[in-house]
């Protein structure tokens, strides 16, 4: 994770998130990533939204960087619960109004 | 019966025809089909605006699109239309190119389209407003309400409770709602292909050079073999008007066990020698991230139930490159069974069956059945794609190659290269199967 933010720049300040007001991310038994092997949420989120703090074997989720792909779910049912933000809340993209679109010309 | 909704200044009903939830190209599709009918919709989208999620799909099909709006070109919202597709077999270095480009698909009624879903979606949804359909966006979808085993409507995470006669479930490749009611199974990581996009805009002229196109065409290039680090999967350029999507993904289960990350494998992809200069000078505007359900057959949903249909992503109607638009058949198809079952007064799943008819007598079920070997073949041997590329790249650069050698010798040199990468045999098969996974023969 330091590796990925000092080498590249955070790609979230391309995504707009509006974060609901309280986690909707939920890890069911902290003492399943302790045992875990991989911790695959580690490195396959796309927004490194899980951080496994190795001197207090603690799992830190970001959940405001969530984009909300649903990967972290599938790649480990077991012990991650996810709901969708309600009301609006959540990631919501915007693109530059040069990108707005328009029918093209044929 | 009528009420005034809080914050809505239309009246609003308190049981619809249909509920339908998500407004995605499956979603939208549905509502439209429904509302042109008669019926009266009610389209849940739980982003801002439809399109402002979790959106992909770089290219709508023509003839699907169609079937949805005629002649929609004329309006919506699209970037450019292709004339040109690329498969690149890719190494460190080097790529063997295979490419066909048809100035006949620049004419009505087109072939494809690269789109940003940040556009698009809003206007299809706008087009099922337009018919009568009624659109409440950040609105998220708690739960299905069920009375005995007959779907009666939805709860939205606010506690509201909204009945319908039938609920379409176009809630995407999670589809938390068709889980819940036991209409999916749980998906496993190796059913699903994992996607990050960056898009990066460019000068419409600067596009149009680098990619051999002229006023409003467009280009598609898939790249096999370095993109992905040796796991399965692809990386792939999109042409926009004034912006470029550039993608690259695995299945989920192969970014697990190879210890990737998504980010790390599009950093990589875009520093490619031969990739970086289609991008030098293209500023990021947009950072993205997706899954597309690539289970096909086996892992299809129960696609009906009592009072409930579920179409699109999350009815996993996913074939080869094709989504978007199946999306729409799928949500048109739930559309007509739903104005049937009003028709016949009956939304029981006796009635809903004639969906699943329309589903299996489709031109695309056919190709999500027979996908399913090619599919195989890779979870058996996960480095094809990785052996093929470096295989081709190889030969090339042999072949190329101005040598002191003989024709002949330098024709056992190069099957001799390719023999010491493997057998003969499974490299030929390799291809063949590369071939078709990717859609290309």
Same mark, same amino acid.
């Given at each position: 994770?330091?590796?990925?933010?000092?080498?590249?720049?955070?790609?979230?300040?391309?995504?707009?998130?509006?974060?609901?007001?309280?986690?909707?991310?939920?890890?069911?038994?902290?003492?399943?990533?302790?045992?875990?092997?991989?911790?695959?949420?580690?490195?396959?989120?796309?927004?490194?939204?899980?951080?496994?703090?190795?001197?207090?074997?603690?799992?830190?989720?970001?959940?405001?960087?969530?984009?909300?792909?649903?990967?972290?779910?599938?790649?480990?049912?077991?012990?991650?619960?996810?709901?969708?933000?309600?009301?609006?809340?959540?990631?919501?993209?915007?693109?530059?109004?040069?990108?707005?679109?328009?029918?093209?010309?044929? | 019966?009528?009420?005034?909704?809080?914050?809505?200044?239309?009246?609003?009903?308190?049981?619809?025809?249909?509920?339908?939830?998500?407004?995605?190209?499956?979603?939208?599709?549905?509502?439209?089909?429904?509302?042109?009918?008669?019926?009266?919709?009610?389209?849940?989208?739980?982003?801002?605006?439809?399109?402002?999620?979790?959106?992909?799909?770089?290219?709508?099909?023509?003839?699907?699109?169609?079937?949805?709006?005629?002649?929609?070109?004329?309006?919506?919202?699209?970037?450019?239309?292709?004339?040109?597709?690329?498969?690149?077999?890719?190494?460190?270095?080097?790529?063997?190119?295979?490419?066909?480009?048809?100035?006949?698909?620049?004419?009505?009624?087109?072939?494809?389209?690269?789109?940003?879903?940040?556009?698009?979606?809003?206007?299809?949804?706008?087009?099922?407003?337009?018919?009568?359909?009624?659109?409440?966006?950040?609105?998220?979808?708690?739960?299905?309400?069920?009375? #005995?085993?007959?779907?009666?409507?939805?709860?939205?995470?606010?506690?509201?409770?909204?009945?319908?006669?039938?609920?379409?479930?176009?809630?995407?490749?999670?589809?938390?709602?068709?889980?819940? !009611?036991?209409?999916?199974?749980?998906?496993? @990581?190796?059913?699903?292909?994992?996607?990050?996009?960056?898009?990066?805009? !460019? @000068?419409?002229?600067?596009?149009?050079?680098?990619?051999?196109?002229?006023?409003?065409? #467009?280009?598609?290039?898939?790249?096999?073999?370095?993109?992905?680090?040796?796991? +399965?999967?692809?990386?792939?350029?999109?042409?926009?008007?004034?912006?470029?999507? +550039?993608?690259?993904?695995?299945?989920?289960?192969?970014?697990?066990?190879?210890?990737?990350? @998504?980010?790390?494998? !599009?950093?990589?992809?875009?520093?490619?020698?031969?990739?970086?200069?289609?991008?030098?000078?293209?500023?990021?505007?947009?950072?993205?991230?997706?899954?597309?359900?690539?289970?096909?057959?086996?892992?299809? @949903?129960?696609?009906?139930?009592?009072?409930?249909?579920?179409? #699109?992503?999350?009815?996993?109607?996913?074939?080869?490159?094709?989504?978007?638009?199946?999306?729409?058949?799928?949500?048109?198809?739930?559309?007509?069974?739903?104005?049937?079952?009003?028709?016949?007064?009956?939304?029981?799943?006796?009635?809903?069956?004639?969906?699943?008819?329309?589903?299996?007598?489709?031109?695309?079920?056919?190709?999500?059945?027979?996908?399913? +070997?090619?599919?195989?073949?890779?979870?058996?041997?996960?480095?094809?794609?990785?052996?093929?590329?470096?295989?081709?790249?190889?030969?090339?650069?042999?072949?190329?190659?101005?040598? !002191?050698?003989?024709?002949?010798?330098?024709?056992?040199?190069?099957?001799?290269?390719?023999?010491?990468?493997?057998?003969? #045999?499974?490299?030929?098969?390799?291809?063949?199967?590369?071939?078709?996974?990717?859609?290309?023969?």
């Amino acid at each position: 994770m330091d590796r990925w933010l000092d080498e590249f720049s955070d790609p979230l300040q391309w995504v707009s998130i509006d974060p609901p007001a309280e986690s909707h991310i939920k890890v069911k038994n902290e003492k399943n990533c302790q045992k875990c092997d991989m911790r695959p949420c580690t490195y396959i989120c796309p927004a490194q939204v899980y951080r496994w703090d190795e001197a207090a074997k603690h799992l830190n989720v970001s959940y405001q960087r969530c984009i909300e792909c649903g990967a972290c779910v599938i790649a480990c049912p077991q012990n991650i619960g996810l709901a969708w933000p309600g009301e609006g809340k959540g990631v919501y993209y915007q693109l530059p109004a040069e990108l707005s679109g328009g029918a093209i010309n044929v | 019966m009528y009420r005034y909704h809080e914050g809505v200044t239309h009246l609003v009903q308190e049981h619809y025809d249909a509920i339908v939830v998500g407004a995605g190209p499956a979603g939208s599709s549905a509502a439209l089909t429904m509302a042109q009918k008669g019926l009266s919709v009610l389209l849940l989208e739980r982003g801002k605006t439809p399109g402002s999620k979790v959106m992909f799909g770089g290219t709508i099909y023509s003839r699907a699109l169609q079937e949805i709006v005629p002649e929609f070109w004329r309006d919506a919202p699209l970037e450019r239309f292709i004339v040109s597709d690329s498969l690149w077999l890719m190494d460190v270095t080097s790529a063997v190119q295979m490419s066909f480009t048809g100035l006949d698909y620049g004419r009505a009624p087109f072939n494809k389209f690269s789109v940003l879903r940040r556009n698009f979606d809003p206007w299809l949804a706008q087009k099922a407003v337009n018919a009568g359909a009624e659109l409440r966006t950040s609105s998220c979808v708690a739960s299905c309400v069920k009375s #005995g085993r007959q779907v009666t409507g939805v709860k939205l995470a606010t506690g509201e409770t909204i009945d319908a006669s039938v609920v379409v479930l176009a809630d995407g490749v999670s589809s938390t709602l068709g889980r819940e !009611l036991g209409m999916r199974g749980t998906i496993h @990581p190796d059913a699903v292909t994992m996607y990050v996009k960056e898009i990066i805009q !460019l @000068p419409p002229g600067v596009i149009d050079d680098r990619f051999q196109l002229e006023r409003g065409e #467009g280009a598609i290039y898939g790249m096999i073999g370095y993109p992905t680090s040796v796991a +399965v999967g692809k990386g792939g350029i999109w042409t926009n008007r004034n912006s470029l999507s +550039v993608v690259v993904g695995t299945y989920l289960d192969e970014m697990i066990k190879k210890r990737l990350s @998504p980010l790390d494998l !599009l950093v990589r992809f875009k520093q490619h020698p031969l990739v970086r200069r289609l991008l030098a000078g293209g500023k990021t505007v947009g950072y993205l991230s997706h899954m597309i359900p690539k289970g096909g057959y086996k892992d299809m @949903p129960q696609l009906y139930g009592d009072g409930v249909m579920i179409a #699109g992503d999350a009815a996993v109607m996913v074939s080869g490159r094709h989504g978007t638009d199946l999306a729409m058949m799928t949500g048109k198809f739930a559309g007509e069974t739903a104005a049937l079952a009003k028709a016949a007064n009956d939304f029981s799943r006796k009635q809903l069956a004639a969906y699943k008819n329309k589903i299996d007598n489709s031109w695309f079920m056919q190709d999500i059945r027979a996908g399913q +070997v090619h599919a195989g073949y890779y979870s058996s041997y996960p480095n094809s794609d990785y052996i093929i590329s470096e295989a081709a790249n190889r030969t090339a650069y042999r072949f190329f190659e101005e040598s !002191l050698l003989s024709d002949r010798e330098r024709k056992m040199y190069m099957v001799q290269e390719l023999k010491n990468l493997q057998p003969m #045999g499974k490299s030929l098969m390799e291809l063949y199967q590369g071939l078709m996974h990717w859609r290309v023969l």
